[in-house]
């Protein structure tokens, strides 16, 4: 089974980014863990970066035809993308929002997400941790799915 993860805007910038509130590792550091942490839970990883909302969009379109399932960090297109959301409730297949920072605790923009209602679920302030989190919940998520199947 193959997940895809998605970075909207901004997050190619990691480690030079506001490092006082997503610390100070690169992207490509934190996708070489998780792809770590995928091949000894089982999965194949993609890895998709873009900061344009229709490159999300077209990746999210794709994954539909080969990924179990997504975990997607949208960045500031979570607060007020329709076309996301509405690409995210077209897919059918799951997909887990996260957040590197506690968007409950920033600026009021930020505590209003898009997306959240057609996701199946979101995990928000454990800094790089929130992708491994993502990954066990889809996991969980798959297990069981494939227990009902
Ligand atoms: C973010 C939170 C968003 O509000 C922000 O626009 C980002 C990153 C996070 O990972 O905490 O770009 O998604």
Do not use: W
């Amino acid at each position: 089974m193959t997940i895809m993860v998605i970075n909207g805007p901004n997050l190619n910038l990691l480690g030079e980014r506001e490092p006082n509130v997503y610390g100070g590792e690169t992207l490509q550091s934190i996708n070489v863990q998780l792809a770590e942490k995928a091949a000894g839970m089982g999965y194949e990883i993609e890895f998709f970066q873009s900061n344009s909302e229709g490159g999300i969009i077209d990746r999210l379109q794709e994954a539909r035809l080969n990924c179990a399932g997504i975990i997607l960090n949208a960045g500031a297109y979570t607060h007020y993308s329709y076309a996301l959301r509405d690409a995210i409730a077209a897919v059918k297949i799951p997909v887990v929002e996260v957040h590197m920072s506690n968007v409950d605790s920033r600026e009021d923009f930020r505590k209003n997400s898009v997306i959240a209602p057609v996701c199946l679920g979101s995990i928000s302030g454990f800094g790089k941790y929130s992708y491994a989190l993502a990954l066990i919940a889809l996991d969980y998520y798959l297990g069981e799915k494939n227990e009902r199947d």
